[in-house]
């Protein structure tokens, strides 16, 4: 951590988040934009209130129902995810079975290894898309995400891909695989164009779709698919809209 923030500043939980982000950057885990990003992700949480809000559950509990029930899940890790939340993410994979993929957009040899290191540091046993893992290329993408792991998200029927961009959210559902991302940013390409689109901040959805699993698994197969059937991704960006405009005009 660069600075100290002590625990009486009113902003200490979001300073310390910040703080994660820099020091990311500095060991070459977090891209120059991941930086940007960060600030984008803070404005809209001041927007719901930097709390987990009823439409970000819902789409939650969606999202575990559709892990549970995917044949080969997959979590897609970049350099904020990385940075901000490595144990919550080897955890999350833990408890879901889902292997962990680094994906990353800013892609560098340097940034790979870094965050495989940084990975396993944080208790990984194996993190696929880099270092001597198979990579293959998705031919509708043409960033450097294509790379994408044979093993993981290339066989994968369901992607977990939060703080995502809009072009390989929509190449990912065009080659019919379903997506879940987690994104602030309601009016975002990947919010519109993911099949569950979690409101949220990350730091605070991985631990929330951990424990959610941990309790889903249980289910009956049915409910679960009831579950999925009933969720309406278009409701819950209109409900995000409309709580933001609610409180707005309350703050007002
Ligand atoms: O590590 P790389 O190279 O793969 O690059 C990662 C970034 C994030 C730079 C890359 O994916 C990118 O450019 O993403 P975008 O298009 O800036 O989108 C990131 C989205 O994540 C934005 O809509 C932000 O509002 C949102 N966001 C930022 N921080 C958080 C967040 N959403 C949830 N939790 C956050 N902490």
């Known amino acids: 951590m660069l600075i100290e923030v002590p625990d009486s500043h009113p902003r200490a939980a979001s300073l310390r988040i910040r703080e994660k ?3 990311g950057f500095d060991k070459g885990l ?3 934009a991941g930086l940007i990003a960060h600030g984008r992700g803070e404005c809209f949480d001041y927007l719901i209130g930097e709390k ?3 439409f970000a559950e819902k789409a939650t509990e969606a999202a575990c129902a559709m892990i549970i029930l995917a044949e080969h899940p997959v979590l897609s890790i970049n350099g904020n995810v990385a940075a ?3 144990e919550d993410c080897v955890t999350l994979s833990i408890v879901s079975g889902a292997p962990l993929e680094i994906n990353l957009f800013y892609r560098t040899k340097e940034r790979e ?5 940084h990975m396993l540091n944080h208790g990984a046993d194996e993190v696929l898309g880099v270092g001597d893992d198979e990579t293959v290329q998705i031919e509708e993408l043409q960033s450097k995400r294509r790379i994408v792991s044979k093993k993981g998200i290339y066989r994968a029927d369901v992607v977990f ?4 961009d809009g072009d390989r959210t929509e190449a990912l559902v065009e080659t019919g695989k379903k997506v879940i991302t987690v994104d602030l940013n309601p009016l975002s390409r990947t ?3 993911a099949q569950i689109t979690i409101i949220d901040n990350i730091v605070r959805t991985i631990p929330l779709i951990t424990e959610m699993l941990k309790n889903m698994k249980k289910l009956p197969k049915n409910t679960l698919q009831n579950i999925l059937h009933n969720y309406d991704n278009q409701k819950t960006l209109q409900e995000t809209l409309s709580f933001i405009m609610q409180r707005l005009k309350e703050l007002r």
Request: one cysteine or more.
């Open 30 to 32: 977090v891209a120059k």
């Open 84 to 86: 901000l939340c490595p």
């Open 161 to 164: 891909v939060p703080l995502e």
């Open 52 to 54: 987990t809000q009823p």
């Open 191 to 193: 919010a519109q164009k």
């Open 21 to 23: 982000l820099i020091d």
């Open 113 to 117: 290894d870094a965050l495989l290191k």
